[in-house]
């Protein structure tokens, strides 16, 4: 069976994730009864329940599937039926169907791990070890001998480290993906994701991103894997400890920030001036030219190549969304190679998969403010607002100010963003107890380690949305200041894991006296 064909079976077969609902498969092959991938699948499940008859017509069905993943053929007397209505009772009165050797899987739950092997797409003898206990374990050991008569392969050389790949709602699809990148060559690979929300629109980057499953290739040339399965939604299985790999995804998660901060302030730079800035320190000028308070170093190491991406971008034909990916036929051939490779070896001037300008949206009646990049809520925190006195509607910022009035303790708190030139503006408080009420006279009050996250992230020209309905219900339905809500405030509701960036640049106005609406 040519390449091309495999994985043109194996496209199709994941649009519909039989791993997570195995028993689809008998649906599956009556509405596709040309997808001999199906057929095998069905074959092996029934091969295992010891139901050989049935087994033995699945696997005719699957034809040269059968050969290619048990390197043996599959011999059939007599005509078989055209309807594939019922595998249970297709085979015709009279047609006998040759033994099939059908290597034993136990009777536990299989099929992640039978996908799994599929997925490996190798045509040789693959064997399942037995599970007595009627579970998969956390960590399979998945192995694909070459065949006798295969020449040794080539040695490689032996890769080492973590890498880490991001799903973003299909991670069958990326499991592909990492199975057939990372040959013979030792290492692990970890697929994470972030929660979506309950209404399914957002994806939650403020509630951290996990680990789901892991590919541990043993190297050498022979095959073997190890899989670890971190998220219950990915086996009927007691899931493995994925401690040692929190500080791992949040550090990849940090750089992520960093360079959708960077490359926002960039196009916002560019929106304000006609002309992309030369130097970082363009970026950090002071008041009013102040777009951010100053750089780390990785954004400072990282500058030339998140302006080249911007330029590239907007010579594309996207100079009005710079940053926003298009379809995939029009991109760049090494943004494509960038997002195929694994995320944590992308370049730190690569925000995927936080693709498009960070924007604030304001949702009055949650009485939440959250940043986000597309459809990835990066950050969300509690608010206070005006109730009718806050307009809603389309604005931008136009200001950013630190300590309004000279004061870090006062009526506006330590930052202030100004709305579209108007007095109304993102700010904050000496009044803590208002956050979550409409007790602002139309101005948008946020809790001091709020406020100075949100001003380190966002640059001028920040787009702001400000309405009802706009957020998914919030985990902590009363409001409150966001304590012991996962996600909810700065640091994505850990305020000593806060957003930071050093102060490099004189960005107060003691000379003029702020009047918002407060």
């Known amino acids: 069976m040519k390449d091309k064909n495999r994985n043109d079976q194996l496209e199709r077969f994941f649009q519909h994730n039989p791993i997570e609902d195995p028993l689809y498969l008998k649906k599956y092959v009556k509405e596709h009864p040309d997808h001999k991938m199906a057929w095998y699948l069905l074959g092996r499940e029934y091969a295992a329940q010891g139901k050989e008859g049935k087994a033995a017509y699945c696997f005719a069905q699957s034809g040269e599937i059968y050969e290619a993943f048990e390197h043996q053929k599959i011999t059939i007397e007599g005509a078989l039926p055209s309807s594939p209505s019922s595998p249970s009772s297709a085979l015709h009165k009279g047609t006998t169907v040759t033994s099939v050797k059908s290597k034993s899987s136990g009777k536990g739950k299989w099929m992640p791990l039978m996908v799994i092997l599929l997925l490996l797409a190798v045509p040789a003898a693959m064997d399942l070890a037995k599970n007595d206990a009627g579970d998969i374990p956390n960590e399979t050991v998945v192995t694909a001998p070459a065949a006798a008569n295969s020449p040794a392969p080539p040695k490689q050389e032996v890769s080492s480290g973590l890498k880490l790949y991001f799903s973003n709602g299909d991670w069958g699809k990326k499991l592909q993906q990492v199975l057939s990148s990372s040959g013979s060559g030792a290492g692990e690979s970890v697929i994470m994701e972030a929660p979506r929300s309950s209404d399914g629109k957002w994806s939650e980057w403020n509630k951290s991103v996990k680990p789901l499953i892991s590919v541990e290739s043993k190297g050498g040339g022979g095959g073997s894997a190890a899989l670890k399965y971190f998220q219950s939604q990915t086996c009927s299985c007691e899931v493995a400890d994925s401690s040692a790999l929190v500080p791992v995804i949040a550090n990849w998660m940090h750089e992520r920030e960093q360079a959708i901060v960077l490359q926002s302030a960039i196009q916002a730079y560019q929106k304000k001036t006609g ?49 926003q990916t298009a379809d995939k036929t029009e991109q760049p051939k090494q943004e494509l190679r960038e997002q195929a490779a694994p995320s944590s070896s992308q370049p ?147 305020p000593d894991q806060s957003f930071g960036l050093p102060l490099q640049t004189n960005d107060s106005n003691p000379s003029k006296t702020y009047k918002w609406l407060d």
Do not use: W
């Open 348 to 494: 730190k001037a690569s925000a995927e998969p936080l693709l498009e300008p960070l924007r604030i949206v304001i949702d009055t009646d949650k009485h939440r403010l959250a940043l986000v990049s597309g459809d990835f809520i990066i950050r969300s925190y509690p608010v206070g607002l005006g109730g009718e006195k806050t307009p809603q509607g389309e604005f931008f910022i136009s200001e950013k100010v630190r300590n309004p009035n000279g004061k870090s303790n006062g009526e506006f708190g330590s930052r202030g963003m100004t709305l579209s030139d108007t007095l109304y503006a993102i700010h904050g408080t000496n009044k803590p107890s208002s956050i979550g009420k409409d007790e602002s006279h139309g101005c948008v009050r946020m809790l001091q380690d709020d406020v100075e996250e949100l001003y380190n992230m966002v640059a001028h020209e920040t787009k702001v949305t400000i309405g009802k309905g706009l957020l998914p219900p919030s985990s902590n339905p009363d409001g409150g200041n966001g304590g012991g809500s996962p996600g909810l405030g700065a640091g994505g509701g850990k």
């Open 275 to 323: 002309t992309l800035p030369e130097k970082p320190e363009q970026l950090t000028k002071p008041y009013p030219n102040n777009l951010l308070p100053g750089l780390t170093s990785e954004m400072q190491e990282a500058f030339p190549q998140a302006v080249s991406k911007v330029n590239e971008s907007a010579k594309a034909g996207k100079a009005q969304d710079p940053i």
